[in-house]
């Protein structure tokens, strides 16, 4: 049976829509951080909040109504194989809220990030801010649009020029390191961007507002949905060292400034340390 993409999409975007709805809702009617109940994962500085978890159960009770047969990989739940019939082809990957500490703070930087993987690849995308409304979207091979725009990048070709975004891991060693590799590496760009959004993150940097992106750390539902639409933008999004993009290291940036960058990250060990 083929599968289309572009109907995948349709569902992502409509799924994207409530969530990010519900998400919105939620954080309105807790007025301020302290009445959002909240847990600690990984480590104390890394939150999960109930609209997290709530977001994700909505998420997943729509596809298993609309798409009862496909996986699915959710932040919060983790991995749901379909055991009844044989292995869907098809995998959904939700980060119901990226930016859960601005989420908490108010701060107006957060979104959902739902992608659609056919056969382990990503074959679609949508990244949607529910505060702003903006609203990113990708099919591989048919470029990347926000709000009916199409993306194509920065044009900065000078990295001594570029705004690079970046992020941080939650574990206080990883980001002491980080922070030294951001220490040397500041002297040579124009300046850095720390948002606190995977997803926004590189949707921004596809749609050329930061000139580049890098982070070591990122899991599959940080990068699924806008690493596709940072590569449908014309962006080369990669690891290090002919590495592709994931856990070890994601850069995403246009032709021009992508292979000074990884040298230079390179050079930083940037994909080093805990
Ligand atoms: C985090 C954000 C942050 C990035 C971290 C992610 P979460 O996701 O995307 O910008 O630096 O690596 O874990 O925890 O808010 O979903
Ligand atoms: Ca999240």
Redesign the pocket.
């Known amino acids: 049976m083929t599968i289309d993409p572009a109907r995948l999409l349709t569902l992502a975007v409509r799924l994207a829509r409530q969530a990010g709805d519900l998400a919105y809702r939620m954080r309105s009617e807790a007025a301020s951080g302290s009445a959002l109940q909240v847990d600690t994962k990984s480590t104390p500085t890394?939150?999960v909040t109930a609209a997290?978890r709530a977001v994700e159960r909505l998420v997943l009770s729509e596809l298993r109504r609309e798409r009862p047969h496909d996986a699915i990989l959710g932040?919060e739940t983790g991995q749901h194989d379909v055991t009844d019939r044989e292995e869907s082809r098809v995998r959904w990957i939700v980060?119901p809220?990226?930016?859960?500490?601005?989420?908490l703070y108010g701060i107006p930087q957060?979104a959902v990030s739902l992608a659609v993987e056919v056969d382990g690849e990503v074959v679609a995308g949508v990244v949607r801010n529910p505060v702003t409304g903006q609203e990113w979207t990708a099919i591989a091979g048919q470029g990347a649009w926000r709000d009916g725009t199409r993306l194509t990048g920065s044009r900065c070709t000078d990295l001594s020029q570029a705004l690079v975004a970046?992020?941080?891991?939650?574990d206080a060693q990883r980001r002491a390191y980080q922070g030294e590799v951001i220490a040397r590496l500041l002297p040579k760009v124009r300046d850095i961007r720390?948002?606190?959004?995977?997803?926004l993150?590189l949707c921004m940097t596809a749609e050329g507002i930061f000139d580049a992106y890098f982070?070591k750390?990122?899991?599959a539902?940080?990068l699924a949905a806008g690493g596709l639409i940072a590569k449908e933008a014309g962006l080369q999004v990669t690891g290090l060292r002919g590495q592709p993009a994931g856990p070890d290291m994601t850069l995403a940036a246009p032709a021009a400034l992508h292979q000074g960058l990884h040298d230079l990250l390179v050079e930083l060990d940037a994909d080093g340390g805990p």
């Open positions: 890394d939150v997290d932040e980060d809220i990226d930016g859960t500490v601005n989420y957060y970046t992020g941080f891991g939650y720390r948002f606190g959004s995977a997803s993150d982070e750390g990122l899991k539902w940080d």
